[in-house]
Each structure stands twice: as C-alpha cells, then as structure tokens.
C-alpha cells in the first residue's frame, strides 16, 4: 500500500489533528490484520476516549462491525497530534478528528476522506454541548461584545475559533479583534475566574460544571453557525480508499447503524461513556450530548469551510467533493 510517502508523512506530522477534546496524543501502534479472531478483518482505529465517540463504542458492543466481519482494534489516544500521521503512515487504518482539521490536513497537500460522519450540533441555540461562556458579572451580553476581548479555546486555528469568529461576524463584530489563547477545557473555568480569559469556549461535560459553578453562556457557536453543523468524522487516506473498497464500505455501513442507535438510544450512550471515561454518573445524566447523524450536512460544512478559508484558517474553501463520502 501507499500509505508511507515520505512528503506526506512529514506535512501530517506537522498537524495537530484535533476533535474537540483536545490534548497530545500518545496512542500505541497497530497494524490492520485480515486474519483477525474468528476469520474477521481487524481494524485499527484511533479514536480519543470523549462523548463525541460514543457511538463506534456502542457499535462495537452492538455487534454492528462483527456482522460486516469486522474485528475493531479501538487504540484510544490522548489528543489528535499522531491521528493524520498515524493513518498515513498505516498504523491506523481510520481515525477520528474534528471536521476542521480534516479541512487543514487537505489544504496541506494530504489526501485525507471523511468516510463517516462522528458528531453533530444539537442544533438547539438554547442548549447544546458547547458554549461560550463568561462570568456572571461580565458586561458581555451577546457575541458581538466579544470584539476586542481575549478568548480561550483548545486549540488554534481550528474549529472553535472559527465557529466564534464567524458568530461575532454575523452580528456585526470586528472578529479580527478577538485575542485567541490556547486552554485545555479541563482548565478553562479556571482561566475565566482567574481573569486569564474575558471568555472561553467549553464542551460538555466541562460546560455543564462551569455553568453550575456560575458561568453565564452567550453563544451556542456551533448551532448558530449552522443548525445541522457537522463537528467530527472518521477519516482514512485516499489510497487506503481505493485498495481497499469493501472494507471501507463495510466500516462506512456499521458506522451508520451505530451513530444511528446512539441517536435513538441516548440512555445507551450515557451509560457507554462511563465504560471509557472517568466521567461520573451524575454528570452523564445532565449533560447536554451531541447529535449523531448518520450522514454529513454540506450546507453546514460549505459555511464552515468558507469561514476557515476567509479567516486564514485554510489557503482556500476545501473541495468537499473529494473530502466527503457519496450520500444518496
């Protein structure tokens, strides 16, 4: 397979393939093997132990990937820094990373190919698992107040700022003026008592925690970007794509029944985090999760990708043609 470029593994090693979880990555080494257990085909997959993966967790459980003959070799990781490298180089046959940075990675000159779609905005701007937020006494009010003010988010140049830039535009705001300042979301509520951060922009279940604490959201920027936003997906490479069809269709079709049970079955997916986080049963109960759908929105990802590309984020608007899987 041509999976090894020497050109394109030191451009992904250059990346920082983020979900929203943030963090380095540390993952172990694995290698796709097609005589797995009980003549299955092992998969590798890395994938980061936060809400946003749940449902490749319960379509392991549910049997989804074993009746595609399937065996998942879940390598779970700390942050994205090795996920781009990782598949180029093969030691993971799929990955999962933010939609932004798959953006990035293709701008990049890497043939990088959402196969599924990972996780979505509720797309309720009264409730969804991430926010800005501020404290109680600040004088900002709305998204626009946000100009000229130092913001946290978990990484640079991705899809947080972003999403919040946008939001600032929309409402008449100078985006260019926003001080961005890298904070882990464990540390952000900190960050903004401290006054380190005028605001910070936080996922659940740190958003649920800081807002009991007395945090105040003004923005929802995922679903005022795009009421169907697409956040994350499952990525492999172009030429894994072409040398190995079936395998990917296969992973492609249980992905969907997966995220499609966790759609329908939010108590499983409650339950299924607890299994892979140090996330307590209390807090499962009240955060807010994601949606998962099981297939990608392009008006939502055409606005975000714009964005990215007029904010310096990405050289140009990405080709969603060759980023995304066909949908009927």
């Not at 380190?196 to 005022?224: K, S």
Request: charged share 20%; proline share 4%; net charge negative.
């Amino acid at each position: 397979m041509k999976r090894n470029a020497p050109v394109l593994l030191a451009a992904a090693a250059a990346l920082t393939l983020s979900a929203c979880g943030g963090g380095s990555l540390t993952g172990d080494e694995s290698t796709s093997d097609a005589g797995g257990a009980s003549g299955l085909t092992t998969l590798s997959v890395g994938i980061m132990p936060i809400v946003d993966t749940a449902p490749i967790w319960l379509g392991k459980e549910q049997g989804f990937f074993e009746a595609e003959g399937l065996d998942l070799d879940i390598q779970t990781t700390t942050g994205g820094a090795a996920a781009v490298p990782g598949v180029v180089s093969g030691d993971f046959d799929f990955a999962f990373g933010n939609v932004v940075s798959v953006m990035v990675a293709n701008d990049k000159g890497l043939d990088i190919e959402l196969v599924s779609n990972g996780n979505s905005t509720t797309g309720d701007t009264s409730s969804d698992f991430g926010a800005v937020v501020v404290p109680a006494g600040s004088d900002i009010q709305t998204a626009a107040d946000l100009a000229g003010k130092t913001v946290s988010v978990n990484n640079l140049s991705n899809i947080g700022d972003t999403t919040i830039r946008k939001l600032v535009e929309n409402a008449g705001g100078d985006q260019e003026s926003i001080k961005f300042v890298e904070v882990a979301f464990p540390d952000a509520p900190a960050a903004i008592e401290s006054g380190q951060v005028d605001a910070a922009w936080i996922l659940d279940p740190f958003l649920t925690q800081t807002v009991e604490n007395g945090a105040r959201v003004i923005a929802y920027n995922f679903a005022e970007t795009h009421p169907s936003l697409d956040i994350s997906g499952y990525f492999t490479t172009s030429a894994y794509i072409q040398e190995n069809p079936e395998t990917v269709e296969k992973f492609t079709r249980a992905m969907k029944k997966s995220l499609e049970y966790a759609q329908e079955n939010p108590d499983a997916v409650r339950e299924i985090v607890g299994t892979y986080t140090k996330i307590d049963e209390e807090m499962r109960a009240k955060m807010v999760l994601p949606a998962f759908h099981a297939d990608f929105d392009r008006e939502g990802l055409t606005i975000l990708g714009e964005a990215a590309a007029s904010y310096g984020t990405l050289s140009k608007a990405p080709d969603l043609d060759a980023m995304l899987p066909a949908q009927d």
